[in-house]
């Protein structure tokens, strides 16, 4: 679905949470799978969002307590690099962290992706970094 690795018209209006329904409405069965285990604060008690608009992009799934994002991705984004690159540098420079998975991780190793994401959560957030708060 390429359409997540699309800028989105500028401005926050309809348009992005139509989109944003449109893609929870048509998940693919890998993102069924993951929200199976992020819905209702299940994964270490962090509230999950899916396909939720952050700026001019849709993430996958976000906690926004934790500025994390997860982004799950299959063989149609292995030659859209350029997209990836300004999508995450845009949510970088906005204070998220942004966790990767391939289709296949998620459908073969969910333990392993699920011990990954709870780290990532227990880890410092980019937001309250000590050398951040110097500055």
Not at 99 to 104: A, E, K, P, T, Y
């Amino acid at each position: 679905m390429t359409v997540k690795r699309t800028p989105l018209p500028s401005g926050r209006g309809k348009g992005e949470g139509l989109l944003a329904r449109k893609l929870r409405r048509n998940q693919t069965d890998t993102e069924k799978k993951l929200w199976l285990h992020l819905r209702n604060r299940q994964l270490s008690g962090f509230k999950f969002r899916r396909q939720h608009p952050i700026g001019k992009y849709i993430a996958d799934f976000c906690c926004f307590e934790r500025r994390l994002i997860i982004e799950v991705d299959g063989g149609q984004h292995s030659g859209d690099s350029v997209n990836d690159f300004l999508r995450a540098d845009y949510l970088t420079k906005k204070g998220y962290q942004i966790v990767r998975f391939w289709n296949h991780e998620i459908l073969q190793n969910m333990e392993s992706v699920l011990a990954l994401i709870v780290r990532a959560l227990k880890s410092p957030s980019p937001q309250s970094s000590p050398s951040r708060e110097r500055r």
